[in-house]
């Protein structure tokens, strides 16, 4: 082979790895590994298939997509569904815990070190839950995990539970804090957001009932409070995507509701007890549950001569959602980048 035919198989092998892309699917995982790269953990597909195609990474400035080198994968997870991905910035991993595997619920936790792109399968001690749709949030250095379907002894029974677990890395070890105040009822397919030392649990799903209350634990007294909404809230719905968009404000995309997949956007304020509808042809063109979503940043802008005399501002969020579904046999693969205005009261 010449170096003129040599150089046509490297572009033609080019183009098709920048041709890849996931699968369809929904109720995957995807978190952010660095300010630049995110990954993509499971999911999914039609006819309760899980995807083989299980890890990929994306380079979001430039939307490329390729999947995680098999090298990497011997402590790998296995492809699953209603399981978590959180980042921690301090030790820099992915971990992947719980989720359902042929209908099994299992307690497997997974550690991808974002360095050295390499997986380690934990041994943890303690109490350590069985999950699936349950809901994980890293803070000061402890993976806190909350609600979520547990194994049950009646056969096919899908009980879940209101129980808050943590797990500590650094002595391998699962735990249960004791948590005082009004707890919120069991459930799983809900969000957890964190906004500073608060972790605030929305909607979900118990039984055949899908929520739209909202429960806020104050991470330093460790007590729950239900929070009674000012306006009239959201669709109950469960397997949506939320994320803090501000220090006192979480925004939530889709779901599944009882009248099936939703394509709205609203965003909560905490000092207000608010909520209110926001704007975007991208993200409610269409319905989209057991979707990810992925916050990209935010910038404050300040009209000197227009909302600063009012005390407003507008506040820039740029957000990524992939995939999902419609609840009615349709799977998505698209990878969706916009960027919000959010005025802000001050």
């Given at each position: 082979m010449n170096s003129q035919e040599e150089l046509c198989v490297q572009i033609k092998s080019e183009c098709r790895q920048v041709s890849a892309r996931p699968s369809e699917r929904y109720c995957h995982t995807m978190c952010l590994s660095d300010p630049d790269t995110a990954v993509l953990v499971g999911g999914e597909s039609a006819d309760q298939n899980y995807c083989a195609d299980s890890l990929w990474k994306l380079e979001l400035d430039s939307n490329f997509w390729f999947p995680l080198s098999s090298s990497a994968a011997e402590a790998a997870p296995t492809c699953a569904r209603g399981h978590?991905?959180?980042?921690?910035?301090?030790?820099?991993a992915v971990f992947v815990y719980g989720g359902l595997r042929e209908n099994q619920r299992y307690n497997e936790l997974h550690i991808l070190n974002t360095?050295?792109?390499?997986?380690?399968n934990v041994t943890a001690k303690g109490n350590v839950p069985h999950?699936?749709?349950?809901?994980?949030?890293?803070?000061?250095?402890e993976l806190f995990v909350f609600g979520g379907v547990q194994p049950s002894h009646a056969l096919?029974?899908?009980?879940?539970?209101?129980?808050?677990?943590?797990?500590n890395p650094e002595y391998e070890l699962w735990y249960q804090p004791i948590v005082d105040?009004?707890?919120?009822?069991?459930r799983f397919g809900h969000s957890s957001t964190l906004l500073s030392q608060k972790l605030v649990i929305f909607g979900g799903r118990k039984t055949a009932a899908y929520l739209n209350d909202l429960h806020v634990l104050d991470l330093g007294f460790m007590e729950y409070t239900a929070v009674k909404s000012a306006n009239m809230p959201p669709l109950p719905r469960g397997f949506h995507a939320a994320l803090p968009v501000s220090d006192n404000r979480i925004l939530v995309s889709g779901g599944c509701s009882a009248v099936g997949a939703l394509q709205d956007v609203h965003i909560f304020n905490m000092d207000t007890c608010m909520w209110s509808s926001v704007a975007s042809p991208l993200l409610c063109s269409k319905?989209?549950?057991?979707?990810?979503?992925?916050?990209?940043?935010?910038t404050i802008l300040t009209d000197v001569e227009g909302n600063t005399q009012h005390g407003n501002e507008n506040l820039l969020c740029t957000v990524l959602v992939f995939g999902g579904s419609d609840c009615s046999g349709t799977f998505y693969n698209d990878t969706v980048k916009c960027t919000l205005e959010i005025r802000i009261d001050k």
């Open positions: 978590s991905a959180t980042y921690d910035p301090d030790s820099k360095l050295t792109w390499k997986w380690k999950l699936a749709y349950h809901s994980a949030v890293f803070y000061k250095k096919g029974d899908k009980s879940c539970t209101n129980a808050l677990y943590i797990f105040g009004d707890k919120p009822l069991a319905p989209r549950a057991g979707h990810s979503m992925i916050d990209l940043g935010s």
